[in-house]
C-alpha cells in the first residue's frame, strides 16, 4: 500500500470529513508514533505508523471486512427510510464511510453478512463464476423430501424472466429443516424455489458464506472483523454441482 496524505486516509477509514481532521491536527490533537502531526499532508504508511487521535490510537487498514449475525427485522441495504440497516447496526469504532453488505438477506433472513467498503470482494464472493457457496439452513412447513433434493440439484425453473435455477444442493437435517447450498443469489430464491416444490420457508438463516462459517459468538445483531485467515476462507471456491453447466 502507498503512503498516503494523514487527512485523507484518516476520512477514508471513519465517518470523519476531512475537515475535521485538519481541524483536530490544528488543535495538536492527532499523533503519529507519538509526535504530533503539524500538517495535514503529511503522509502515512499504514503498516508501519501507530495513529492516536485525542488519546485513542486507531487502528488503520485500507479496507475493512465484518461478518454479521443479521438479526430479523434488518433491511440489508445501507439506507433505508422506515427500517434499520444492517450498516446501521455496525458498532462507532467500526463504522467508516463507504460500507455496505455483500449481497443481499431478506428481511426476516437471519445469519451470516458480510459488511465491507470492498467493492472488488463483494463481486468476487457474490459472482457464481467465482463459485463461492452460500449455505442456509431453511425450516419448512412440512417434511423435506428426497424428491426436494432432486429437483434442486437438477434446477429449479423460476416463474419470470430468471429462468431456471443453477443446480444447488440440499440435504435434509431433521424432518422439517433442510441445509441448502446455493451458488447464485437471485430475490427470494430458496423461498420460491421450496414454494416450486409446494413447501413454505417459515424461517431462514445463512450459516456459511464459502467456506466461513458464521461465527456463534456473535450474538444477533453483533459483528466483528474477519481475520486474514477468514478473508481467504471466506473466499474459497467449490465447484459444486454447475460444473460443465457453462459457468
Ligand atoms: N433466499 C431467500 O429466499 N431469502 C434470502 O434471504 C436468501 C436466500
Given at each position: 500500500?502507498?503512503?498516503?496524505?494523514?487527512?485523507?486516509?484518516?476520512?477514508?477509514?471513519?465517518?470523519?470529513?476531512?475537515?475535521?481532521?485538519?481541524?483536530?491536527?490544528?488543535?495538536?490533537?492527532?499523533?503519529?508514533?507519538?509526535?504530533?502531526?503539524?500538517?495535514?499532508?503529511?503522509?502515512?504508511?499504514?503498516?508501519?505508523?501507530?495513529?492516536?487521535?485525542?488519546?485513542?490510537?486507531?487502528?488503520?487498514?485500507?479496507?475493512?471486512?465484518?461478518?454479521?449475525?443479521?438479526?430479523?427485522?434488518?433491511?440489508?441495504?445501507?439506507?433505508?427510510?422506515g427500517c434499520p440497516t444492517v450498516v446501521d447496526l455496525v458498532p462507532p469504532q467500526l463504522r467508516r464511510r463507504g460500507l455496505?453488505?455483500?449481497?443481499?438477506?431478506?428481511?426476516?433472513?437471519?445469519?451470516?453478512?458480510?459488511?465491507?467498503?470492498?467493492?472488488?470482494?463483494?463481486?468476487?464472493?457474490?459472482?457464481?463464476?467465482?463459485?463461492?457457496?452460500?449455505?442456509?439452513?431453511?425450516?419448512?412447513?412440512?417434511?423435506?423430501?428426497?424428491?426436494?433434493?432432486?429437483?434442486?440439484?437438477?434446477?429449479?425453473?423460476?416463474?419470470?424472466?430468471?429462468?431456471?435455477?443453477?443446480?444447488?444442493?440440499?440435504?435434509?437435517?431433521?424432518?422439517?429443516?433442510?441445509?441448502?447450498?446455493?451458488?447464485?443469489?437471485?430475490?427470494?430464491?430458496?423461498?420460491?424455489?421450496?414454494?416450486?416444490?409446494?413447501?413454505?420457508?417459515?424461517?431462514?438463516?445463512?450459516?456459511?458464506?464459502?467456506?466461513?462459517?458464521?461465527?456463534?459468538?456473535?450474538?444477533?445483531?453483533?459483528?466483528?472483523?474477519?481475520?486474514?485467515?477468514?478473508?481467504?476462507?471466506?473466499?474459497?471456491?467449490?465447484?459444486?454441482?454447475?460444473?460443465?453447466?457453462?459457468?
Amino acid at each position: 500500500m502507498k503512503p498516503e496524505r494523514l487527512d485523507k486516509a484518516l476520512a477514508g477509514q471513519s465517518t470523519w470529513s476531512r475537515r475535521e481532521v485538519r481541524d483536530w491536527i490544528r488543535q495538536g490533537l492527532v499523533t503519529v508514533d507519538g509526535i504530533p502531526v503539524k500538517s495535514p499532508e503529511q503522509k502515512l504508511d499504514w503498516e508501519q505508523h501507530r495513529v492516536v487521535v485525542a488519546g485513542k490510537e486507531l487502528s488503520l487498514r485500507p479496507r475493512l471486512y465484518l461478518m454479521m449475525n443479521k438479526p430479523a427485522g434488518v433491511v440489508s441495504a445501507t439506507r433505508d427510510d422506515g427500517c434499520p440497516t444492517v450498516v446501521d447496526l455496525v458498532p462507532p469504532q467500526l463504522r467508516r464511510r463507504g460500507l455496505f453488505p455483500a449481497g443481499r438477506l431478506d428481511k426476516d433472513t437471519t445469519g451470516m453478512m458480510v459488511i465491507t467498503d470492498d467493492g472488488a470482494l463483494a463481486h468476487r464472493i457474490l459472482s457464481p463464476k467465482s463459485h463461492v457457496p452460500k449455505t442456509y439452513l431453511a425450516r419448512l412447513d412440512r417434511p423435506v423430501t428426497a424428491e426436494m433434493a432432486e429437483r434442486f440439484a437438477a434446477g429449479i425453473p423460476l416463474a419470470g424472466e430468471e429462468g431456471a435455477c443453477l443446480p444447488a444442493a440440499l440435504e435434509t437435517v431433521e424432518e422439517t429443516l433442510a441445509r441448502v447450498v446455493l451458488w447464485e443469489g437471485m430475490y427470494h430464491q430458496i423461498k420460491r424455489m421450496f414454494a416450486a416444490c409446494g413447501a413454505r420457508v417459515v424461517e431462514l438463516h445463512r450459516v456459511a458464506m464459502g467456506a466461513l462459517p458464521l461465527d456463534s459468538g456473535l450474538a444477533p445483531g453483533e459483528c466483528r472483523e474477519l481475520t486474514p485467515e477468514e478473508l481467504v476462507l471466506l473466499q474459497a471456491r467449490d465447484e459444486g454441482p454447475s460444473v460443465g453447466k457453462g459457468l
